[in-house]
Structure formats: structure tokens, C-alpha cells
């Protein structure tokens, strides 16, 4: 079920002209219940995929956005396994949007790819993103997966020459995500022109969807980038969200703005035609 729910929803966007959008929160931030209040308003808005943050203490690859989400998160005594209950209670009640849970390798191996896999499919998490695990070093956990019908989504960035490509598609599935600038999470945009070779090569040689991420934070920036992606994702411009609703103690204002982001995004988005 897991993988399949991923490529009927890219089908569903395709069949409606767009490009999908995909949103980025970190889960426990600013705590679990409002989580899952955000998860529900993002989907409520129009989120075709939802990418759930796993809070880290090393976030190497994310901006001070997204490091400081995993802080406060962590600050929060939010674990794995709380990421998972997440998913799993937003799963009782959407059977529909794909659940892609985000993080690092370390929590994973310490739970056990096996126990992990298990656990994720359970939960509901159709595929994750761990961005510190190269292909040559994920064998374990694409054979813990493949058990689960579980995705494991790569990386690709401008710099990935057509050699690497090949290595990053090798037991990838669901889609790719396609890192539009050289530098972390939140950094600045790419111009999309810029990308469009290396973003095309991607799919072409994977055959797999190829959204981009990295610096898109507007509905602006969405529609110019989804001229040349299957997707488009949006992590900082939620998380920051999270953040300010966390700092003046009003919590349930994250929800409602994550949810107005949305809207702004999927509007952005409607009437764009992916490039094929």
C-alpha cells in the first residue's frame, strides 16, 4: 500500500494538470498535539504529500530554520517512536495522503531497520528521507523495506553528474527529491531554468516523479519551479510557522497559518503544467 499510495497521488495531480505539493513539518514542534492539528491543516489546504520531520540532534543537511525546530522538538522529549504515533493517529483517519517521515540515519539504525520498518509500515509512513544515507551504505534497510513495501526516497542536486544519477535511482522509489541549490534547508532559490537539465535527467533516468526543494517559500516560487518539476516542496516557510506561533505562546496560530500557507501554495500550483 505504501508506495502505491505515493504514485496514485502523482497521478492524481498529473491527471489534474499541477504539480504536487509537498510540505515539510517537524513533528513535536512546538508539541505533538498541535502536530497533528498542522498535519490535518495541510492536508485540509490541499497538501498532495506531507514530509514528517524526525527531530536529530546533528541536523546536518538544514538550515537554522529547521535546527532549531528539531531543538525545540527534542527539548520537547519527542522520540522516533512519538514520531510514528503520529503518523499513526493521522492515519486513522486519512488513507489517502502520503506520509513521508524525514530525518537521519542514526535513530533509525539504534531502533533497528527491521523493528523500524515494521514500525513505519504499521504507523502508516509510506517511505522515508534520510539524508545522511548514501546508496552505497542503505543495502540493509532497502531489503527491511522491500518487506513493507516501504519507499526509500534519494537525494539528487545540481552537482549529481549522470554516473551518480544512476547510483542515487538504484533502489529508489516513490519519487526524487532534487535539491535546487548547493547549501541546507531555507537557503536561497534557484532559478529554475538553472536546474531544468539536471532536474529532467533525473527523471528520465530514474523514471521515477522528481519534485524540488530547497528555498521555495512563496506561491510565486512554487509556480515558476513546478514548471519543470513533478513536485514542489516547502519545509522552512512551515516550520518557521511553527516557531513564531511556539515564541508568543499561541500555539493554535500555527495551525491556522500553516493551513493559510497551503491554500496560497496549491492556488499557486493549479492550472501548472509539469514538464513531461
Same mark, same amino acid.
Given at each position: 500500500?505504501?508506495?502505491?499510495?505515493?504514485?496514485?497521488?502523482?497521478?492524481?495531480?498529473?491527471?489534474?494538470?499541477?504539480?504536487?505539493?509537498?510540505?515539510?513539518?517537524?513533528?513535536?514542534?512546538?508539541?505533538?498535539?498541535?502536530?497533528?492539528?498542522?498535519?490535518?491543516?495541510?492536508?485540509?489546504?490541499?497538501?498532495?504529500?506531507?514530509?514528517?520531520?524526525?527531530?536529530?540532534?546533528?541536523?546536518?543537511?538544514?538550515?537554522?530554520?529547521?535546527?532549531?525546530?528539531?531543538?525545540?522538538?527534542?527539548?520537547?522529549?519527542?522520540?522516533?517512536?512519538?514520531?510514528?504515533?503520529?503518523?499513526?493517529?493521522?492515519?486513522?483517519?486519512?488513507?489517502?495522503?502520503?506520509?513521508?517521515?524525514?530525518?537521519?540515519?542514526?535513530?533509525?539504525?539504534?531502533?533497528?531497520?527491521?523493528?523500524?520498518?515494521?514500525?513505519?509500515?504499521?504507523?502508516?509512513?509510506?517511505?522515508?528521507?534520510?539524508?545522511?544515507?548514501?546508496?552505497?551504505?542503505?543495502?540493509?534497510?532497502?531489503?527491511?523495506?522491500?518487506?513493507?513495501?516501504?519507499?526509500?526516497?534519494?537525494?539528487?542536486?545540481?552537482?549529481?553528474?549522470?554516473?551518480?544519477?544512476?547510483?542515487?535511482?538504484?533502489?529508489?522509489?516513490?519519487?526524487?527529491?532534487?535539491?535546487?541549490?548547493?547549501?541546507?534547508?531555507?537557503?536561497?532559490?534557484?532559478?529554475?531554468?538553472?536546474?531544468? /537539465?539536471? %532536474?529532467?535527467? @533525473? +527523471?528520465?533516468? #530514474?523514471?521515477?516523479?522528481?519534485?524540488?526543494?530547497?528555498?521555495?517559500?512563496? &506561491? =510565486?516560487?512554487?509556480?515558476?519551479?513546478?514548471?519543470?518539476?513533478?513536485?514542489?516542496?516547502?519545509?522552512? /516557510?512551515? %516550520?518557521?510557522? @511553527? +516557531?513564531?506561533? #511556539?515564541?508568543?505562546?499561541?500555539?493554535?496560530?500555527?495551525?491556522?497559518?500553516? &493551513? =493559510?500557507?497551503?491554500?496560497?501554495?496549491?492556488?499557486?500550483?493549479?492550472?501548472?503544467?509539469?514538464?513531461?
Amino acid at each position: 500500500m505504501p508506495t502505491s499510495r505515493i504514485t496514485a497521488r502523482f497521478d492524481k495531480v498529473k491527471a489534474e494538470g499541477r504539480a504536487a505539493l509537498v510540505t515539510y513539518i517537524m513533528a513535536g514542534d512546538p508539541d505533538l498535539e498541535t502536530s497533528f492539528q498542522n498535519l490535518c491543516a495541510l492536508r485540509d489546504n490541499g497538501a498532495d504529500i506531507i514530509e514528517l520531520g524526525a527531530p536529530f540532534t546533528d541536523p546536518m543537511a538544514d538550515g537554522p530554520a529547521i535546527q532549531k525546530a528539531a531543538l525545540r522538538a527534542l527539548a520537547n522529549k519527542t522520540t522516533l517512536t512519538d514520531v510514528l504515533a503520529l503518523a499513526k493517529r493521522f492515519r486513522e483517519t486519512d488513507q489517502d495522503t502520503p506520509l513521508i517521515l524525514m530525518g537521519y540515519a542514526n535513530p533509525v539504525h539504534t531502533l533497528g531497520y527491521q523493528a523500524f520498518a515494521a514500525a513505519a509500515a504499521e504507523a502508516g509512513i509510506d517511505g522515508t528521507i534520510l539524508v545522511d544515507l548514501p546508496p552505497e551504505e542503505d543495502q540493509p534497510i532497502r531489503e527491511a523495506y522491500a518487506q513493507h513495501n516501504l519507499s526509500v526516497i534519494r537525494l539528487a542536486t545540481p552537482t549529481t553528474n549522470e554516473a551518480r544519477m544512476a547510483k542515487v535511482a538504484e533502489g529508489a522509489s516513490g519519487f526524487l527529491y532534487y535539491v535546487a541549490v548547493a547549501g541546507v534547508t531555507g537557503a536561497g532559490s534557484a532559478n529554475p531554468e538553472d536546474i531544468r /537539465a539536471g %532536474v529532467d535527467m @533525473a +527523471r528520465r533516468i #530514474s523514471g521515477l516523479p522528481v519534485c524540488v526543494g530547497f528555498g521555495v517559500k512563496t &506561491g =510565486q516560487q512554487a509556480s515558476e519551479m513546478a514548471k519543470i518539476a513533478d513536485g514542489v516542496v516547502v519545509g522552512s /516557510a512551515f %516550520v518557521e510557522h @511553527a +516557531r513564531l506561533a #511556539s515564541e508568543a505562546g499561541t500555539p493554535h496560530l500555527a495551525v491556522e497559518n500553516m &493551513g =493559510q500557507l497551503a491554500h496560497e501554495l496549491i492556488q499557486a500550483l493549479q492550472g501548472t503544467v509539469p514538464a513531461a
